[in-house]
């Protein structure tokens, strides 16, 4: 009796060491923010392409990826040129699956860690645009390098170069891939996702894309479920070709596209590491690495299928308008325009399905919500307060 007694003890004791051991691979606020700091600082001079502060953001991100354990993810090389006359490269690594079989598929999650460098004698540190989801690409590495449990299929981790000039990288990935196309099953893509939409909504992100593959839809379901964020689903279709997860989905491959959208700072020398919002960053990490962990696990594949529609979005687009009606000040026209806008969005969460011309319309409707953030004036504490660039 007493035996038993001890022999449960000493496991127990066992299991607690056990566990604990694995509580050291969890996504770290302060190893994100370390990244976004030293990625946007002027000694990467704004990342841009093929220029001295792009080589060594290269550098930096291939250093952390070895340090992971990672694996060069073409051959034996970390890096994918862009063929000429295209400056850059991208920088892939693999995290090989525990299934044999399954191991041939490939998850891709990428971040384009390029930006606008220094125009003008001015730096363009990007903080947001696009450091953010680079740390999360360089922390998810880790943590799913040191616990590789449960991961079935292969995750290639990728940062894509020059997709400020016009999604380069990624497309000369998929045009060109380091591994045949049919292996690559479903890519998450991530771009602005250290603030918040329009810099009013807090809570909210977007999961953009979905609508292509049931067996991503479940994935982010799922691990939208221990996320405080309100992870919205909107269709690529509203906001086209503007960030790298096009080029997935052009080929028709399953694509989860992670985004807060603009921000005040956005393409602006004020998209400083300081206006991020960690605590917000940490938990879309926490959400990247949940569905890579469902992706990649031994679920069915995913299978991309055409699609448009998601039954939630009308209604959180005009929750949206209404939100910006709410919190800022405007002349009586635009309110007049926002409203109408509103209303035909609660007319189209109405209905069952929606017409090729109400997603025109709500096409429509992004775009000039977008816009309008594009030519608002800066907040007067932006003013001259732009990082200039030191001569070193
Ligand atoms: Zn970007």
């Known amino acids: 009796m007493k035996h038993k007694f001890i022999l449960k003890l000493v496991s127990f004791l066992f299991l607690a060491t056990a566990l604990e051991a694995q509580e050291i691979s969890k996504i ?29 953001a290269r550098q930096y991100i291939i250093d952390h990826l070895r340090t992971a354990g990672l694996k060069p993810g073409n051959g034996t090389r970390w890096t994918q040129n862009l063929p000429a006359p295209l400056r850059g490269a991208n920088i892939l690594a693999l995290l090989p699956g525990n299934d044999p079989e399954l191991s041939r598929e490939v998850i891709v999650v990428g971040a384009h860690y390029d930006h606008l460098g220094i125009r003008g004698g001015r730096l363009y540190p990007g903080a947001n645009d696009n450091a953010a989801g680079v740390a999360v690409v360089l922390e998810t590495a880790r943590v799913l390098a040191a616990s590789k449990k449960g991961l079935a299929r292969s995750i290639l981790f990728a940062s894509w170069d020059a997709e400020e000039d016009g999604l380069l990288g990624s497309a000369a990935f998929v045009e060109m891939p380091t591994l045949p196309r049919e ?8 771009d602005l996702i250290g603030r918040d939409f329009l810099d009013l909504f807090p809570d909210k992100l977007f999961a953009i894309g979905t609508e292509h593959s049931d067996r991503v839809v479940e994935a982010v379901g799922r691990a939208s479920q221990n996320c405080p964020l309100e992870v919205i689903p909107i269709g690529a279709d509203l ?12 080929r028709k491959i399953p694509v989860v596209f992670f985004t807060s959208g603009e921000h005040h700072d956005y393409h602006r020398t004020t998209d400083l590491p300081d206006r991020i919002r960690y605590p917000k960053l940490l938990e879309v990490a926490r959400l990247v690495e949940s569905t890579l962990r469902d992706l990649a696990g031994p679920g069915k594949t995913p299978r991309y299928r055409p699609g448009t529609y998601h039954p939630r979005e009308a209604d959180e687009l005009a929750k949206i308008l209404r939100g910006i009606l709410a919190q800022t000040p405007m002349e009586w026209f635009e309110r007049w325009t926002l409203t109408g806008a509103v209303a035909r969005l609660e007319r189209f969460s109405r209905q069952d399905r929606l017409s090729e011309a109400d997603r025109m319309t709500m096409r429509v409707l992004v775009g000039l919500t977008l816009l309008r953030q594009r030519y608002r004036d800066p907040p007067p504490q932006d003013q001259g307060k732009s990082h200039k660039t030191r001569r070193r």
């Open 28 to 56: 770290e606020i302060q190893r994100l923010r370390e990244h976004v700091e030293q990625l946007a600082s002027p000694g990467f001079a704004g990342r841009n392409n093929g220029a001295p502060g792009g080589l060594r």
């Open 239 to 250: 906001i086209g070709p503007r960030c790298d997860f096009w080029n997935f989905r052009r």
């Open 183 to 190: 292996r690559i099953v479903a890519a998450v893509d991530m």
